[in-house]
């Protein structure tokens, strides 16, 4: 090989090997990343959720959360809506709590 043919191999191989060391590392990241999912229960008289962290329950809601006394939601739309806004403040590095205002704006029935 000429010198001339070798000055546009080198920068394609380092090109390529670039591409290879990216595509390593995002597919690496997302095997390291827990999957958070929402799944709605029934409970005796209402519904509950569990927020499942790669198929183990993280947390286990039985009532609403953020009102007082122990009243499980009315429906399984509810349950999941609110298990749903917990999965994103744990996403966002939030803590998972749910105050009454924010279940308000949510529409969420039985709170009163």
Do not use: C
Request: charged letters at 20%.
């Amino acid at each position: 090989m000429t010198k001339r043919k070798l000055s546009w191999l080198v920068p394609v191989l380092l090109l390529l090997l670039l591409a290879g060391y990216r595509y390593y590392r995002d597919s690496s990241q997302q095997e390291d990343m827990i999957q958070l999912t929402v799944v709605p229960f029934e409970t005796g008289g209402g519904w509950g959720y569990k927020v499942m962290a790669d198929h183990h329950s993280y947390i286990y809601q039985d009532v609403i959360p953020g009102i007082a006394g122990n009243r499980p939601f009315r429906s399984k739309e509810d349950a999941a809506k609110v298990g749903q806004a917990v999965v994103e403040k744990l996403m966002a590095h939030q803590r998972p709590t749910m105050t009454l205002t924010e279940l308000s704006k949510m529409q969420v029935a039985g709170l009163q």
